[in-house]
DNA sequence: CGCATATTGGAACGATCGGTGCAAGATGTG
DNA sequence: CACATCTTGCACCGATCGTTCCAATATGCG
């Protein structure tokens, strides 16, 4: 049982994210996430760190798990920045409604928590959601929005990617927010 | 010291309320909960009962203090269902401008720990969410929508109703929630 | 094989958690 | 004044928190 790693470092992390995701910073405690990766306190700490570093680590693997998907969907030639929200949104209800993933969404249930943070989560957590919306401006103004129209339209829709997550954590039904985003891509 | 009670129930109850706001419910702790309300653990416990107990308080007296201000924005004759949608979210807007009171929205801060609440803090969470979604779309009906297009934009208001809660905890500006707002009420 | 290295499980740390018990004392009633 | 009632401050409870330490041991290298 010892000598050499006993488990895969990359399939700890993901599992530990969950743990952060379904549960948030405060509620994800060092015992969930011993019981939720498998490994025991020794191994965590000695591969991710405390229990802070392991939060920021789960919080870069969140985003190279989703990134690539939300790149991918707003990197086709979009016929209108409509069109690119709904591309955006699609990725979040597909994302949402994989039974696979705890409810809602890791950087929104995180952002609710950031006092409960400390500087270096609060800081990671911002900066994610800065990298969110500088992606869909770009990606909007690739689409042909005019400056005003693709940052007023990125804040937006940052805005109901963060309201589906909560939705879904409240208990709504996939339909329901399909509404939601359907709405949201429907602008002029 | 002793004899009588020392201190105002309702302003204490506000107070606690206001602690359970900003740090959601996991965070506040009993010596934070005693800290913000200036009582003693005795005073806290005779009079409110377990945290839990003083949580699902603090969740009506939120209502409470801003059920009022919700109808009063809702009941006036509008001119159409998006002069309700700019009404209902002006309201929250000025809540969340309000510095004397944390950022974002206790109910959406406790929506999003779901998991971490007992059964009953969830019953009354889901229930007032579901009450907000019933009074807009009562509100909705008589400005004269349709029922399918009251249902679906009671939805999505309470949708950026929470989005705005969770972009004012992750620090945006009031001028870029007002821009959100703004886009909301912008609907056929 | 022998030894340094790396990893593991588990015990243990002090701090904090939510919650309870109780003595002290101020008040209202007689 | 005497007494029952109520509230308060504070100590204290077991449980859990995040974290550290350490003995045990499997591995890779010489």
């Known amino acids: 049982m010892v000598g050499r790693k006993q488990f895969d470092v990359d399939e700890a992390l993901r599992r530990a994210m969950h743990v952060f995701w379904r ?74 409604a994989d039974p696979a993933v705890p409810d809602g969404c890791l950087l929104t249930v995180s952002a609710t928590q950031i006092p409960a943070l400390d500087a270096e989560g609060q800081a990671v957590v911002r900066a994610m959601i800065d990298g969110v919306r500088a992606m869909l401006e770009q990606a909007l103004l690739a689409a042909g929005a005019d400056e005003q129209e693709a940052a007023e339209l990125a804040l937006c829709t940052l805005a109901t990617n963060k309201s589906l997550a909560v939705l879904s954590r409240a208990g709504f039904s996939d339909e329901e927010l399909a509404t939601v985003a359907a709405a949201a891509a429907r602008v002029p």
Do not use: C, M
Not at 29 to 45: N, Q, V
Not at 61 to 83: I, M
């Open 23 to 96: 549960w948030g910073y405060s509620e994800a405690s060092i015992d969930r996430l011993t019981e939720g990766t498998g490994l025991g306190r020794s191994s965590l700490y000695s591969t991710f760190g405390d229990k802070s570093a392991l939060f920021r680590k789960s919080l870069e693997r969140y985003a190279q798990t989703y990134h690539p998907l939300y790149d991918q969907a707003l990197s086709g030639p979009h016929p209108s920045p409509s069109a690119v929200v709904a591309a955006y949104l699609q990725v979040t209800l597909n994302r949402i």
